[in-house]
């Protein structure tokens, strides 16, 4: 599964493509994508894959590097059991400097 981020400009009422470049699950079954979020700057994203391995499921996440013009996977959290569904859901938020990613099991 592929998807690309587009930006919204409320001046003009109109969808860019700045950050449009495809990112990658493990896998053509993982269902990744079927949640995402992204920071509120537009440089930080986490999709989840629940159906990766036997729906463990799994959470990405990517930073965006303006230099090369693509996302960068910088972590991967995987599921704690089959059949979980790890990452069907998930969440990012910042406070006081620390980052953090929430996904729920089933």
Request: glycine letters at 16%; a negative charge.
């Amino acid at each position: 599964p592929v998807f690309g981020v587009d930006s919204w400009n409320p001046d003009e009422y109109t969808w860019g493509d700045e950050h449009y470049r495809g990112i990658y699950g493990r896998d053509n079954y993982s269902q990744f994508g079927m949640s995402v979020d992204m920071d509120f700057e537009g440089h930080r994203l986490v999709g989840g894959g629940p159906a990766y391995d036997s729906d463990r499921g799994y959470v990405q996440m990517y930073d965006w590097n303006a230099q090369t013009e693509q996302w960068n996977s910088i972590n991967i959290i995987n599921g704690p059991e089959p059949g979980g569904g790890f990452g069907e859901a998930v969440s990012m938020w910042a406070h006081l400097g620390f980052r953090r990613v929430a996904a729920f099991t089933y």
